[in-house]
């Protein structure tokens, strides 16, 4: 069974960063794209990142471009999103998904606030 795992999450002042990662027991995890999702309360879940499956590639919504950087360790079968400069429409639950699959993870909280 597929199991997909976010850390990292918390409260952070405004102009502050989070690091937030997604520990992935997927077969074949470098076989997969992978990608960032949020949903802030009352929204529906907007996509946030994307990552190719060897990191060559990545996709940025407008919102987060120059702020937030996806990176992935393959040997580790971990996704990453590195958030800097938060914003307090920044706070979301942010979930790891596998585009191709439809897999979800349970999301971690992203509050920004002073």
């Known amino acids: 069974q597929v199991q997909l795992v976010e850390s990292g999450g918390g409260l952070v002042q405004p102009g502050g960063s989070l690091r937030l990662s997604c520990a992935a027991s997927?077969?074949?995890?470098?076989?997969?794209?992978m990608a960032w999702f949020r949903q802030a309360p009352g929204n529906e879940r907007v996509f946030v990142a994307s990552?190719?499956?060897?990191?060559?590639?990545?996709t940025y919504a407008d919102s987060v471009k120059g702020r937030f950087a996806i990176s992935r360790d393959n040997a580790k079968n971990t996704v990453y999103l590195q958030m800097n400069s938060l914003k307090p429409e920044d706070t979301a639950v942010y979930y790891c998904?596998?585009?191709?699959?439809?897999?979800w993870g349970q999301g971690t909280q992203v509050t920004v606030s002073s």
């Open positions: 997927l077969r074949a995890f470098r076989l997969h794209s």
């Open positions: 990552i190719t499956e060897r990191g060559g590639s990545t």
């Open positions: 998904v596998v585009p191709a699959s439809g897999y």
